[in-house]
């Protein structure tokens, strides 16, 4: 897997996707990743990712694909987000709903040749239990190579794909064991 990953090659793709049926921009951000959809000063909707980390904007993309038309309209799709410093409790709620967009990002991720590993996104020093929360996401990409992605989610793997000429995702490329 290369180490040269661009984040202006990603928001090609995601554009030359999605821009003319969902009239929806990646845009790389200074700050804390934010879904803002289109509004009085702005005309389309915009999936802003931090800091011009390629993660990031897989992770927020993920978010979108797994995000419903009623809930694009909505900022940040409407979902809570607790920042770091999450009660165990909270921690537990934050890596049930992140299971999902998880896994998507995982196999977008592998489509593009690019390293993944999951983000429990809680550094305040609580105990959390990485390999569960893996062990998690990983059974939630076999669901999905089973049963099939979204047509947005396989539009945008096959994209991907085909821009970074990588082969179609099987089972054999998903360990989530050596995901250190």
């Known amino acids: 897997m290369s180490n040269a990953f661009n984040y202006q090659d990603l928001i090609q793709i995601f554009e030359?996707?999605?821009?003319?049926?969902?009239n929806t921009q990646l845009v790389c951000g200074t700050d804390e990743p934010i879904y803002l959809p289109a509004d009085n000063d702005v005309s389309y909707h915009r999936i802003i990712f931090a800091h011009g980390f390629y993660s990031?904007?897989?992770h927020e993309v993920a978010h979108w694909l797994v995000a419903g038309e009623k809930r694009r309209l909505l900022e940040d799709y409407g979902y809570w987000y607790e920042p770091d410093g999450r009660s165990a409790a909270q921690q537990t709620e934050f890596e049930k709903v992140e299971i999902v967009p998880q896994a998507i990002e995982w196999a977008v991720a592998l489509s593009c040749g690019f390293k993944f590993d999951v983000s429990a996104?809680?550094?305040?020093g609580i105990e959390i239990d990485r390999l569960a929360f893996k062990h998690k996401v990983y059974q939630q990409v076999l669901s999905y190579l089973d049963n099939g992605f979204s047509l947005r989610t396989t539009?945008?793997?096959?994209?991907?794909g085909a821009f970074y000429k990588t082969a179609p995702l099987t089972k054999s490329m998903f360990d989530y064991?050596?995901?250190e």
């Open 177 to 179: 064991v050596g995901m």
């Open 56 to 58: 990031s904007a897989l």
């Open 155 to 160: 539009q945008l793997i096959n994209a991907c």
């Open 121 to 124: 996104d809680n550094l305040s």
């Open 16 to 22: 030359s996707t999605f821009l003319s049926d969902f």
